[in-house]
């Protein structure tokens, strides 16, 4: 029986003459085991990677689902709408259109004050008046040599229901003439039976800011008063001035 001969210690090989076999690269079947074990790790990864991503892929090419839709089996109920519909609106010409309502605007400051109102004063019967001014109380009107002026001596005057508007007055003199304006001037004439002179005899009164006293309008020129102007009497138009209005204004006395 043959005996094995010892074999010496690989760290000293040149004691017993033995030299390790060099004709085989050593750890080959180690290699190969790892090279395979590595490539059947890289063939999985491939093959999970492959897998997961393929639904996001699926994913990525179909619709997108709806934020609200709910899990298969569910029943889901509408969520009422937050904002309120708006009715339709009816045509301008229907009956239930609404009506359309203007704001009203105000009325701009006027640059004058308005002209009086209707005095509330009872149309006369013939009665006997004197006309005595407001802003000159010491003179009244008298005929003076065919013009009424502003004098000391009042003239006393028949006041009549106007010859133009009964609501109006109209004044007669003692001998029959009647105070009428021509060419805006006041002046006494006999009446000649026109219906211009039953107009141009007529005024009307209205409402004075001073207590008790009057302003006399022309029927046929509204917006114009008799007033006096250096004591004569004349139809001038209204002016909101404090001297037109005390000029304008009179008083009826007995």
Known sequence: MPHDKPR???DRPWESGWAPDTSRTPGT????LAGALALATIAACVTAI?????PADDLSHSAT???SASP???ISFASPSASTPTPPSAEPNSPSAP???STPHPSPTP???EPPAASPTPNPTITHRSVRSVNYPDRYWQVDDGLVRLTASPDTFKLLEGLAEPSCYSFATADG??????EFVLRAEPNDGSELFAQDATFCPRTASHPGAIMLESVNYPGRYLRHKNFQLRLDPYQSSELYIADSAFRLVS
């Open 8 to 10: 010496p210690p690989q």
């Open 29 to 32: 079947r180690r290699l190969w």
């Open 50 to 54: 492959a897998v997961t991503r393929r």
């Open 65 to 67: 689902p709806s934020t």
């Open 72 to 74: 298969p089996g569910l």
């Open 99 to 101: 009506a359309k309502t």
């Open 111 to 113: 640059t004058r004050a």
């Open 177 to 182: 003439t009647y105070l009428r304006h021509r």
